[in-house]
């Protein structure tokens, strides 16, 4: 039987286990944290929530000594300590695990985990000993039977990826484990395995500090909670004192009535405009779906089910090779993005940062980077008389409502909030009437979210037909006026508005008999 973590029930101990007092760090222009005090404690899960820019990101890295603060400091067991350098607090038992991993690809789990600290015979790597560690490493996660200490990282699916991480922290005999936004590419059943490993550290007497914008994860896991905004804190409470609505204020400073906008109603929706039938490429396999103006259709499923791939093959990245595609009641097939941009599609990719912007540009350059690429009489047609391409970015990016002080900024300088609704913006410079969001709302604030919501529902007033992927399932059943739910490739079956969780995940985990998916095919 593996060996695994000592049991521990969690009390509050006299001293925690690491401490902020009164920290504060200046950077050029603005105070990131201002007076912030905050402890936390041996065996417990503390959230630290608030919007993008609130100064969440900027603390965990003051903890990770990855900043060092210019006021106040930090406690561990109780005596003050300054970190000059991440390893140094990494030694002393803190370690951060990054939304973005900090892993070698190339390289083996084992090499990954004690990177640099292999053990050694007569100047020589022990491969032998380091697999060995590293399994023994594995085995205190529960993980020895899923990854083998010699298989090349690259290979491993993201969840895999980070145990490895968090084995590599274990590795350090860490007393503080901070989590940046650790299941924000994670597909629902992999989220549930995080659970099981977080609870698990917990038990173990780690203290766990968690930050994630999925206000669901954090009750279901913490028993802390820290709100900041604008770089203070505004409280720090035991999660039994709080409502979802009521983080949601202090977060937000203000009270969100509505999480989402209200739904099409049927009058409100258009022809049809686009519609595949048995539609099919290498990843994808009989697809029928038909898409009308004004309306939003949402689709679930599982990492790996086909979702992204669909997105790809309707927008001409990995085009479909079979079956028959209609665009606007023409029979069209889109074999590139250039060709579907100029059938007036649009695609919201789900990685922003690498495949919707460029970030060493402004925000002006951002905005017409894909309307550039069409013929100026297009943009003659869609610039409405506003002039130039400057007055055209100004005027879409405030109907998107970016929040910078200048258009020249580069885009890499803005929250991840921003950053989306730049894309956004994007391709409403194109007038697209076709548009595709996959996780539209991938880590990024409450009030961010709900922004990128109002504006995807405008869109779809305005008659935009809207193809909404996501991996959260209260958003797909809050935005959408029907929900296709995927499996192996395929669409699996289709559920009405407001349908639960529960039914999308019967359908989604492929659980559901042949009988119900040709009974879901036909009402389709």
Known sequence: MAESFPTHTPTKPAVPVLEARNVVKQFPGVRALDDVSVAFYPGEVHAVVGENGAGKSTLMKVLAGANKPDGGELMLDGRPVTFNHPSEAQHAGISIIYQEFNLLPERTVAENIFLGREPHRFGVIDYQQLEKDTHAVLERLEAGNLISPTAQLGTLSVAQQQMVEIAKALSFDAKVLIMDEPTAALASQEVAVLTGLVRRLQAA???????????????????????????????????????????????????????????????????????????????????????????????????????????????????????????????????????????????????????????????????????????????????????????????????????????????????????????????????????????????IDVEAKASIHERIRELARAGAAVLMISSELPEVIGMSDRILVMWDGAIIGELPAGSSEAEIMHLATGQATSDERRVASEER
Not at 278 to 293: P, Q, Y
Not at 372 to 399: H, I, V
């Open 205 to 443: 007497g780690i203290a766990a500090v968690y930050i994630s914008h999925r206000l669901v994860e954090v009750f279901d896991l913490a028993q802390r909670v820290t709100v900041l905004k604008d770089g203070q804190k505004v409280t720090t409470e035991m999660i039994g004192d709080l409502t979802m609505s009521r983080i949601v204020e202090l977060m937000v400073g203000r009270v969100l009535s509505d999480y989402f906008p209200e739904r099409a109603r049927p009058e409100d929706m258009g022809e049809v405009a686009l519609r595949l039938h048995g539609a099919s490429n290498a990843a994808l396999r009989d697809i029928d779906l038909e898409l009308r103006a004004g309306e939003i259709v949402g689709v679930a499923g599982l990492q790996g089910s086909g979702r992204t791939a669909l997105a790809q093959a309707i927008f001409g990245v990995v085009p479909f090779t079979g079956g028959t595609v209609e665009i606007m009641g023409r029979a069209e097939l889109c074999r590139t993005p250039a060709q579907a941009i100029r059938n007036r599609f649009g695609y919201v990719t789900e990685d922003r940062k690498y495949e919707g912007l460029t970030l060493k540009q402004p925000i002006n350059d951002n905005i017409m980077l894909t309307l550039r690429s069409l013929q100026r009489k297009m943009a003659r047609a869609f610039s409405n008389g506003t002039g130039n391409d400057r007055e055209l970015a100004l005027e879409l990016a405030r109907r998107v409502d970016v929040r910078s002080p200048t258009m020249d900024r580069e885009v890499r300088y803005l929250s991840g909030g921003n950053q989306q609704k730049v894309v956004l913006a994007k391709w409403l410079a194109t007038d697209a009437k076709v548009l595709i969001f996959d996780e539209p709302t991938r880590g």
